[in-house]
């Protein structure tokens, strides 16, 4: 019980402090609103930073009004202290997962069986868009600082820490919506998060940090049916180099590919310049070998053109296992099994170690003598001797897998 109390003290003091259950003052807010458009409306405040990064702060407290009393952890115990009971109780399934929703007054959480909140939606909104005006006006604060005659910058460390204080706020709600199988509303909150990273008034951001949320928010596009946001998002995070063993290249396939729904092939073009790009670097990746040969089907044409590509690289660098390994795998997809071997055979005599590619000589081995025996058996032979000779050929094959 004590431990219960200490937890509950150090996650919600302004609930415990206030002896009481939390309240959202809506008509208190709106007037510090109201308050705060007179501000920037009024000349002798309007040039002022101090008079913007305030109403960014307000609005900020707007939009979490009731999402700050809600945190990871939180459950059933320490919500009924700070809400009361729960107006309703059912068991949902999202995705895959069980979970257990609670209605409240202010927001519907959704628990596990152990009563932790593992995701929440907030159903009462004091000002719609109230996000959105706090980061115009840490972005206003920003620019009248940066032009101050006199201590330019002197508030840019405050701001950045605003911006940041919003950027962890749309981070997580994207994750939320993610959690709950909203990819829409998660991407919206993604790409809200980006814009903040990428703002002056945010700072200097981690580089690694930027192009892994652009893939995200490409990727949550492309879940929630926006096939043009997510070539957007997944193109930022490919010019930043953010490539992931060359993840993004088949990521952004798919989107061109759900962009072109009549085959458009201006656009599927595009998507297989990117390809060829993808294949270059990662001669060995299947997925991208599968989208290429996709592509050149789609587009009318022969799939055997994406050989000439590998090739010349091998050209220039024979000894490259992954370009070999490459054109195994291509002439795989494309049912030929002699040239598949042939080039696997180049990856193991190259690297006679390499497990992959001793374990692909013997599954192409064992297709090869499969498609032998029934070629075998849909012969009519003229006698056993016949038939004989043309079984050890298969079993030849057989030995060498």
Same mark, same amino acid.
């Given at each position: 019980f004590l431990s219960f109390v200490a937890a509950l003290l150090v996650s919600t003091p302004a609930a415990c402090s206030q002896g009481s259950k939390v309240t959202i003052d809506k008509d208190g807010l709106l007037k510090k609103i109201e308050k705060s458009d007179q501000d920037i409306a009024n000349p002798k405040k309007m040039d002022k930073p101090a008079t913007w990064m305030s109403r960014a702060k307000l609005f900020y407290e707007v939009e979490t009004a009731v999402s700050n009393n809600l945190y990871d952890g939180i459950n059933l115990q320490m919500a009924e202290v700070m809400f009361g009971s729960p107006s309703a109780t059912e068991n949902v399934t999202i995705g895959n997962t069980a979970y257990v929703k609670h209605t409240y007054p202010y927001f519907v959480a959704f628990a596990d069986e152990a009563g932790t909140f593992k995701a929440w939606r907030v159903s009462y909104v004091v000002k719609d868009g109230a996000i959105n005006e706090a980061i115009a006006s840490y972005k206003k604060a920003y620019e009248l600082d940066m032009a101050a005659p006199k201590g330019a910058g002197k508030n840019k460390e405050k701001i950045a820490q605003g911006m940041a204080e919003i950027f962890n706020y749309v981070y997580k709600q994207g994750g939320i919506e993610y959690t709950l199988g909203d990819y829409p509303a998660a991407g919206i909150s993604f790409e809200k998060a980006l814009e903040v990273a990428q703002d002056p008034a945010y700072g200097a951001a981690d580089h690694e940090a930027v192009a892994s949320l652009a893939h995200d928010t490409g990727l949550t596009y492309l879940l929630g049916g926006n096939p043009e946001k997510a070539v957007k998002y997944f193109s930022i995070a490919e010019e930043m180099g953010y490539e992931r063993d060359g993840e993004i290249y088949y990521l952004l396939y798919h989107a061109y590919r759900a962009v072109a729904k009549n085959n458009e092939p201006?656009?599927?073009?595009? +998507? *297989?310049? &990117?390809?060829?790009?993808? &294949?270059? *670097?990662?001669?060995?990746? /299947? @997925?991208?070998?599968?989208? &290429?040969?996709? #592509?050149? #089907? +789609? &587009?009318?044409?022969? =799939?055997?053109?994406? #050989? =000439? $590509? $590998?090739? /010349? +690289?091998? /050209? !220039?660098? =024979? !000894? @490259?296992t992954a370009l070999w390994n490459g054109l195994g795998r291509i002439y795989e997809r494309l049912g030929n099994v002699d040239k598949s071997i042939e080039s696997f055979e180049h990856v193991a005599q190259l690297s006679p170690d390499d497990f992959v590619a001793n374990y692909s000589i013997g599954i192409l081995y064992i297709r090869k003598a499969d498609a032998m025996m029934n070629e075998v058996n849909d012969k009519t032979y003229s006698g056993q001797a016949e038939y004989d000779a043309e079984l050890a050929k298969v079993f030849d094959v057989y030995r060498k897998s």
């Open positions: 201006e656009i599927l073009n595009k +998507a *297989k310049t &990117l390809l060829e790009k993808g &294949l270059s *670097k990662y001669p060995d990746n /299947a @997925n991208i070998i599968e989208c &290429l040969t996709d #592509v050149y #089907v +789609a &587009l009318g044409e022969d =799939p055997q053109g994406i #050989v =000439p $590509v $590998v090739e /010349a +690289a091998i /050209a !220039k660098d =024979p !000894k @490259n």
